[in-house]
Antibody, heavy 119, light 110 residues
Framework: EVQLVESGGGLVQPGGSLRLSCAAS????????MHWVRQAPGKGLVWVSR????????SYADSVKGRFTISRDNAKNTLYLQMNSLRAEDTAVYYC????????????WGQGTLVTVSS | QSVLTQPPSVSAAPGQKVTISCSGS????????VSWYQQLPGTAPKLLIY???KRPSGIPDRFSGSKSGTSATLGITGLQTGDEADYYC???????????FGGGTKLTVL
């Protein structure tokens, strides 16, 4: 069974940093591109970033480009999101997600971890 | 402001049918597959439809998807109170080089 478990969320001051982790199990982690998607309280889904299977290629939403860094450790089956220069508008539940095989849709999601940026 | 446009809310009675629209452009829906997600309160999104009209295993055939031009539609028949949720469309945007979602539609089963 595919499992994605996020951790690392919490309360951080504006301008601060936080690193999120997503522990993956139940599939060959090193074979899949992985994504981060966030959802501000009461708002819709917003794609944040993605990384290819070996970590050599990444892309970001314009809103986080230059501040967030996605990475992965295939030996530890773990996805990361390093978030720097955090702003109030980064407050959200952050989900890691994976697409289903041969599919355009995100078939697997973690439970999410809440990041709150506030003084 | 979301790249894909959905109605904020729709409602229908139990047992009835409802459709949810998702409007985009040639850089997203017009040239890429569309997916649909259901999000129950306090839970992660769940994939309902992928590649415009395919259902993952375990998703009942009450849920259907279609696409025409730069718009897509989610259909739900035989509405149940358990279908009350937020529904999102999503696709790839070739101009933005980013995954994009609609703003979400809240379904109320009256």
């Amino acid at each position: 069974e595919v499992q994605l478990v996020e951790s690392g969320g919490g309360l951080v001051q504006p301008g601060g940093s936080l690193r999120l982790s997503c522990a993956a199990s139940g599939f060959t982690f090193s074979s899949y591109w992985m994504h981060w998607v966030r959802q501000a309280p009461g708002k819709g889904l917003v794609w944040v970033s993605r990384i290819n299977s070996d970590g050599s290629s990444t892309s970001y939403a314009d809103s986080v480009k230059g501040r967030f860094t996605i990475s992965r450790d295939n030996a530890k089956n773990t996805l990361y999101l390093q978030m720097n220069s955090l702003r109030a508008e980064d407050t959200a539940v952050y989900y890691c997600a994976r697409k289903e095989d041969d599919s355009s849709g995100f078939g697997y999601w973690g439970q999410g971890t809440l990041v709150t940026v506030s003084s | 402001q979301s790249v894909l446009t959905q109605p904020p809310s729709v409602s229908a009675a139990p047992g009835q049918k409802v459709t949810i629209s998702c409007s985009g452009s040639s850089s997203n829906i017009g040239n890429n597959y569309v997916s649909w997600y259901q999000q129950l309160p306090g839970t992660a999104p769940k994939l309902l439809i992928y590649d415009n009209n395919k259902r993952p295993s375990g998703i009942p055939d009450r849920f259907s998807g279609s696409k025409s031009g730069t718009s897509a539609t989610l259909g739900i028949t035989g509405l149940q109170t358990g279908d009350e949720a937020d529904y999102y469309c999503g696709t790839w945007d070739s101009s933005l080089s980013a995954e994009v979602f609609g703003g979400g539609t809240k379904l109320t089963v009256l």
